[in-house]
């Protein structure tokens, strides 16, 4: 269970990476990116961010680039959220949820398959 100041640090950090994002996305032209979900353990040194990609065909592209950019997207935080002695590590996840949704609302509204007629059940 989280405590109250992991929550507290988690929706800190959420807003503040999102800012961070906002801007790095401009970078990337017509890319949106959306912190979606912040987990972070109970000693604060490591959080789990979780990014949903818009256009997901480009997660891959987007992902590596801020593999690279890891360290400098900290250093960023860090300088943003004064009030933290140390700046956790940051790991990011791919949250594809939204395309999970696309998936079966994709599914829901495509045509049924048609019956099987007598003479094609044998």
């Given amino acids: 269970m989280k405590s109250q100041r992991q929550e507290k640090i988690a929706r800190m950090l959420q807003k503040e990476l999102g800012e961070i ?6 970078k990337m032209k017509g ?22 990609i818009f256009p997901s065909e480009k997660t891959t592209e987007v992902m590596e680039q801020i593999g690279i950019d890891a360290k400098t997207i900290r ?8 009030n933290m ?11 594809d949820s939204l395309d999970y949704l696309e998936n079966i609302d994709r599914l829901l509204k495509s045509d049924p ?4 007629t007598e003479e094609e059940r044998g």
């Fill in 113 to 116: 398959p048609s019956p099987l």
């Fill in 31 to 52: 890319i949106l990116i959306s912190v979606t979900k912040v987990n972070i353990t109970p000693d604060l040194s490591i959080a789990h961010i979780s990014l949903s």
């Fill in 21 to 26: 994002f906002m801007l790095y996305a401009r």
């Fill in 85 to 95: 002695r140390i700046v956790p590590e940051l790991i990011f996840h791919i949250d």
């Fill in 75 to 82: 250093y960023d935080l860090g300088r943003r959220v004064k």
